[in-house]
């Protein structure tokens, strides 16, 4: 069965280094979202792309997250500078892109900041 | 802006019970797609069980069932002969349907505790 992949699965950094995740969502699926999930909360959308054009990123915090995904298929979800306030965890999902349709969500990466 | 709010933290229940997890939403539209995710320790979220906003039929998954109170703002997920395997954190999810710009917005979630 297709997966949603995600990469690192884990990663720490410390405060003002740069960091950057990787998402490989199921083949085909237009619609791509970048959430982050606080420990004990859930889920917030931080970016949704269809194809390779941002559709969403209002809650992206731009003067230090940045997302891409340049050929519409895989993403990168880059912060620079890491702060404490950061660690959570990066999700990511996909789906078909239509109206209503079921998000799939990867693994997640764990990210630690000291 | 769309708010979800899911007032129970964490629920137990005995094994093969039933339970229920409550949901409420603020939204000032009409049509609207309500879901529930099930984030099981240290795996993938995955879905439960999905409603359109349109339907007054309340959607049933095997197991699972929501009442659905569209007046309300209501959206409560029934687990019936809860298995051990139902442990996991539940999350309520709110998606508009607006068009182009569709990211879920989360309650906090719900532990479920299934006792043996």
């Known amino acids: 069965e297709a997966e949603v992949a995600q990469s690192p699965r884990y990663k720490i950094t410390e405060k003002s280094q740069a960091v950057a995740f990787w998402c490989d969502p199921i083949s085909g699926h237009a619609t791509l979202y970048w959430y982050r999930q606080i420990l004990g909360q859930g889920p917030e959308l931080l970016v949704q792309?269809?194809?390779?054009?941002?559709?969403?990123d209002s809650q992206l915090p731009k003067d230090r997250f940045s997302a891409e995904r340049l050929k519409g298929v895989d993403s990168t979800l880059k912060i620079q500078p890491a702060e404490l306030g950061d660690s959570a965890m990066y999700l990511c999902a996909s789906s078909l892109g239509r109206e209503g349709y079921e998000q799939y969500f990867g693994p997640g990466t764990r990210l630690t900041v000291t | 802006a769309q708010t979800v709010t899911q007032s129970q933290p964490e629920m137990s229940v005995q094994e093969a019970e039933t339970v229920t997890l409550s949901c409420t939403y603020d939204t000032s539209e009409s049509d609207y797609y309500l879901f529930w995710y099930k984030q099981p320790p240290s795996r993938q979220m995955i879905l439960v069980i999905r409603?359109?906003?349109?339907?007054?039929q309340n959607a049933t998954e095997n197991r699972f069932s929501v009442n659905f109170q569209k007046a309300a703002k209501s959206f409560s997920l029934k687990i019936s002969d809860s298995q051990l395997g139902d442990a996991a954190m539940y999350f309520c999810?709110?998606?508009?349907?607006?068009?182009?710009?569709?990211?879920?917005?989360f309650g906090k979630g719900t532990h479920l505790i299934i006792q043996p």
């Open positions: 792309f269809q194809d390779e054009s941002v559709v969403d």
């Open positions: 999810a709110y998606m508009s349907s607006a068009g182009g710009a569709d990211g879920l917005t």
């Open positions: 409603q359109e906003a349109y339907k007054q």
